[in-house]
Nanobody
């Protein structure tokens, strides 16, 4: 099994920055694609960004040029650098992982418990 633990969430003013981290443990040899989802109150959980084992990235249009996903395989950690935050970025952010190499991450095999990000106007 794989355990994913997020950290780095919090309260920030609009225009500010946060960096989320996701530490993976357990059967980490099985992890290939990783990513971040978010779920705002009353809305569906949506994919924000993903990164393949080879380092190829995808960012949703809503966060492109503001958020950057990265991973440090030596530390078994996934990151999401969030800049120029907006109130509409307020959500619970979830780390997700898949055993598939270049997965779309539509149906992750593993989920973290989530970390709250709140952006005040």
């Amino acid at each position: 099994q794989v355990q994913l633990v997020e950290s780095g969430g919090g309260l920030v003013q609009a225009g500010g920055s946060l960096r989320l981290s996701c530490a993976a443990s357990g059967s980490i040899f099985s992890i290939r694609t990783m990513g971040w989802y978010r779920q705002a109150p009353g809305k569906e959980r949506v994919l924000v960004a993903r990164i393949s084992a080879g380092g190829s990235t995808y960012h949703a249009d809503s966060v492109k040029d503001r958020f950057t996903i990265s991973r440090d395989n030596a530390k078994n950690t996934l990151y999401l650098q969030m800049n120029s935050l907006k109130p509409e970025d307020t959500a619970i952010y979830y780390c997700a992982a898949s055993r598939i190499y270049s997965d779309t991450l539509t149906n992750p095999h593993y989920w973290g418990q989530g970390t709250q990000v709140t952006v005040s106007s």
